[in-house]
Antibody, heavy 122, light 112 residues
């Protein structure tokens, strides 16, 4: 079964850091680009960051550029998001999502995890 | 990186067809054939319904179809069923120098 499981969310104070992880299983992880998408409570989807299958192409939303860093470890079938200088507006459910077509980036996301909640508050 | 524009709501009766629009610019929707549509039921993760403007993933009913004209993409749901009631989001690649993806604000589809 193809599965993505996020972890690492929680309550954090403004200005602090948090690292999210996404464990992938059921598919050849290193063939696919991966993404983080977030959804603030009661709001719509916002793409946060994406990384190509070989880490050769990385992109960020303007809202997180310079504060967040995406990475992957293909040997561990894992995706990460290092979030620094967190703000209240970063409060959201963070989803890990798999690219739909092998060795293509920024196309469509066919598998999503259940998300991990990040709350930034003092 | 501006969000794509979707109507906040749409509705139709069972059996009818409804079309949801998604308007962007020549830098995203109009510039690439990488438009996708996602369905999200309350409390659930999004589900891919359409990719590359008009392609359906395996398992998605052919009642769902996508198209694009200029800077506007559309999702049509034919033969509306109660289970189609959900939020729908469009997205598009908006690449070049800084590769990224933009989502629409979402449309709440109500089956009357």
């Amino acid at each position: 079964e193809v599965q993505l499981v996020e972890s690492g969310g929680g309550l954090v104070q403004p200005g602090r850091s948090l690292r999210l992880s996404c464990a992938a299983s059921g598919f050849t992880f290193d063939d696919y680009a991966m993404h983080w998408v977030r959804q603030a409570p009661g709001k719509g989807l916002e793409w946060v960051s994406g990384i190509s299958w070989n880490s050769g192409s990385i992109g960020y939303a303007d809202s997180v550029k310079g504060r967040f860093t995406i990475s992957r470890d293909n040997a561990k079938n894992s995706l990460y998001l290092q979030m620094n200088s967190l703000r209240a507006e970063d409060t959201a459910l963070y989803y890990c999502a798999k690219e739909s077509v092998a060795q293509r980036s920024y196309d469509a996301f066919d598998i999503w995890g259940q998300g991990t909640m990040v709350t930034v508050s003092s | 990186q501006s969000a794509l524009t979707q109507p906040p709501s749409a509705s139709g009766s069972p059996g009818q067809s409804v079309t949801i629009s998604c308007t962007g610019t020549s830098s995203d929707v109009g510039g690439y054939n990488y438009v996708s549509w996602y369905q999200q039921h309350p409390g659930k993760a999004p589900k891919l319904m359409i990719y590359e403007v008009s392609k359906r993933p395996s398992g998605v009913p052919d009642r769902f179809s996508g198209s694009k004209s200029g800077n506007t993409a559309s999702l049509t749901v034919s033969g509306l069923q109660a289970e189609d009631e959900a939020d729908y989001y469009c997205s598009s690649y908006a690449g070049s120098n800084n590769p990224h993806v933009v989502f629409g604000g979402g449309t709440k589809l109500t089956v009357l």
